[in-house]
């Protein structure tokens, strides 16, 4: 009696791992959201400035879904529109990504890159994200500069490692960026400096939100910090959420808007829109973009 007891639980829980696994890559990571946030970094009585954030797209030459929903958000009227890196997954990703863009590219614009625009993704052991010291193992090189071509020859900023000031909404707003420091090519030295007490919005890009840079960022008093790359964790837990975050940021930030600690700086960080190919799965996490709509203090 025990021994069938054992047998029927195990099957259990192999039917409900099976049935959860299912979820998760079928329909959870298929799940596109649109998340809404008013941060209050903006001046007395100014008035609303519309900011859509899209991160870690991780681009395949078949997902027309995806595509299709991204080109849609024009629909959301963005005064400003930021991608914050791991726009590519394949090295023919690129046709992809402009079709999902393309109807964005008319509205004031920037974009840093993420390691994942640069190089392939490469199978891996799920378990190594716990390992905080793995080494980075890079893939195929992927076409990085035709797509840079492609959105600043769009007018979009790139800030990777630099800055610039742009009219959006009919507001100045400053930006700073800097390439992705998940794989060592940030440079902040080169763009740090005090944000400009003239402009009417400050806004920081980086794809990996390391603690160090954003301290930095914050310090020079920049008002918004945008990031993408830990998925929200990708796989999170009901009531608990993210387990890791793949950077140096507390898991409690993985994705949402929060303060930055002891600073006036707001952070928000995307759980972007797709996955690592190899583990197209996300759960109590689904695909999202932000729409954050900045008010006044």
């Known amino acids: 009696m025990r021994s069938k007891t054992v047998l029927r639980l195990a099957a259990g829980t192999v039917a409900a791992g099976a049935a959860t696994f299912a979820y998760a890559s079928l329909v959870e990571r ?12 903006l001046a007395p009585d100014a008035e609303p400035l519309r900011v859509l954030h899209i991160s870690d797209l991780h681009m395949m030459p078949d997902q027309h879904r995806k595509q299709r929903w991204v080109a849609e958000l024009a629909g959301t009227d963005p005064d400003l529109v930021i991608v ?43 378990l190594s994200y ?27 900023a790139d800030l990777n490692n630099a800055r610039t000031t742009i009219k959006a909404g009919g507001r100045t707003v400053e930006l700073l960026g800097v390439d992705d420091p998940h794989v060592n090519r940030d440079d902040y030295d080169a763009v740090a400096g ?14 990996s939100p390391e ?21 929200g964790g990708q796989v999170a837990v009901p009531f608990y959420g993210a387990l890791v975050t793949n950077c140096g940021l507390d898991r409690r930030m993985a994705k949402g808007l929060h303060r930055w600690p002891y600073s006036e700086a707001y952070l928000h960080v ?15 996490c689904p695909p999202e973009a932000s729409i954050l709509t900045l008010i006044p203090r």
């Open 30 to 41: 298929n799940m596109f959201t649109l998340r809404r946030f008013d941060v209050p970094v």
């Open 84 to 126: 914050t890196g791991d726009n590519m997954a394949h090295v023919d990703a690129v046709p992809g990504v402009v079709r999902a863009l393309t109807p964005l590219l008319d509205r004031p614009g920037a974009f840093v890159f993420g390691s994942n625009d640069y190089r392939g993704p490469v199978l891996k052991n799920p």
């Open 130 to 156: 716990f390992n905080k010291h793995r080494p980075y193992v890079q893939g195929a090189a992927l076409p990085a500069e035709e797509l840079r071509d492609l959105l600043a020859g769009s007018g979009w």
């Open 194 to 207: 005090p944000a400009a007490p003239d402009a009417d919005v400050r806004i920081a890009l980086t794809h």
């Open 211 to 231: 603690p160090r840079l954003l301290d930095r960022m914050a310090d020079d008093g920049f008002d918004l910090l945008l990031a993408g790359h830990t998925h």
């Open 270 to 284: 995307s759980a972007g829109l797709g996955t690592h190919p190899t583990a197209p799965v996300r759960f109590a």
